[in-house]
């Protein structure tokens, strides 16, 4: 907990790289540079099964609560949601999902965005840990530019359903779990067969979170759980 924490606080760099802070990666990193450099996603958004970086309880109970680590959090979601092509505005009081750059992009010869398949397990990722830190409606609006990506560019659409991250996505947004499957089969122009579907949505949800829980269950958490709590809000 303490070095997730160290590092959103821009104390102490990711993996203890240098200039692999907070404030680095999200205001000062080019694109390329977010899409070639490793070991810095796992801090931004730790999960509960992580070595190095796990959610403990106390930490979740920090990203849930304090006002600060949760704007870091959205600042930390802005960034990649540019790296991947889109921000959010406001218009007419409404958030607005909108595109920024150009869907297929390289720099250095390398993809940059959604059309390199390395990202698709950050992303999943994000979604995730937005979901366990209780900002299921920020995790909503990444959802929603995955979609508007997809619908955007027809390449885009076929490379995301061939690597099958589009169920993984889905499953993290609740509100969505009895379309799953309809959803999938719509995008992704196919038709599953009666196997490949599991009934059990919501049940199978629950069972990830109790699984993730799991993490939890030694009280080893106590003992950092104030930890960098100065500034509860």
């Given at each position: 907990m303490r070095r997730v924490v160290r590092f959103y606080d821009n104390i102490q760099p990711a993996n203890k790289k240098s200039g692999y802070t907070f404030d680095n990666i999200v205001n000062?990193?080019?694109?390329?540079?977010?899409?070639?450099?490793?070991?810095?996603?796992?801090?931004?958004?730790?999960?509960?099964?992580?070595?190095?970086?796990?959610?403990?309880?106390?930490?979740?109970?920090?990203?849930?609560?304090?006002?600060?680590?949760?704007?870091?959090?959205?600042?930390?979601?802005?960034?990649?949601?540019?790296?991947?092509?889109?921000?959010?505005?406001?218009?007419?009081?409404?958030?607005?999902?909108?595109?920024?750059?150009?869907?297929?992009?390289?720099?250095?010869?390398?993809?940059?965005?959604?059309?390199?398949?390395?990202?698709?397990?950050?992303?999943?990722?994000?979604?995730?840990?937005?979901?366990?830190?209780?900002?299921?409606?920020?995790?909503?609006?990444?959802?929603?530019?995955?979609i508007k990506a997809m619908d955007k560019n027809q390449d885009l659409k076929k490379l995301i359903c061939s690597k099958n991250v589009l169920e993984d996505w889905i499953s993290t947004q609740d509100y969505l779990l009895d379309k799953k499957y309809s959803i999938i089969e719509n995008m992704c122009n196919v038709k599953l067969d009666d196997w490949e579907k599991d009934d059990n949505d919501s049940d199978n949800v629950k069972l990830w979170e109790t699984e993730q829980m799991g993490a939890f269950e030694d009280d080893s958490w106590k003992e950092d759980a104030w930890f960098g709590f100065d500034e509860l809000e």
């Open positions: 000062k990193w080019t694109d390329y540079q977010l899409q070639v450099r490793k070991g810095y996603i796992e801090y931004l958004f730790p999960l509960p099964n992580d070595v190095n970086t796990k959610l403990s309880k106390g930490l979740l109970y920090k990203m849930k609560k304090n006002k600060n680590q949760r704007e870091k959090v959205s600042t930390a979601v802005l960034r990649l949601m540019n790296l991947y092509g889109y921000t959010l505005v406001m218009e007419n009081d409404s958030v607005v999902v909108k595109q920024v750059h150009k869907l297929y992009r390289e720099s250095g010869r390398t993809k940059v965005g959604l059309f390199n398949e390395s990202n698709y397990p950050h992303i999943t990722r994000m979604l995730k840990f937005l979901e366990l830190v209780n900002m299921k409606y920020l995790s909503s609006l990444v959802f929603l530019m995955l």
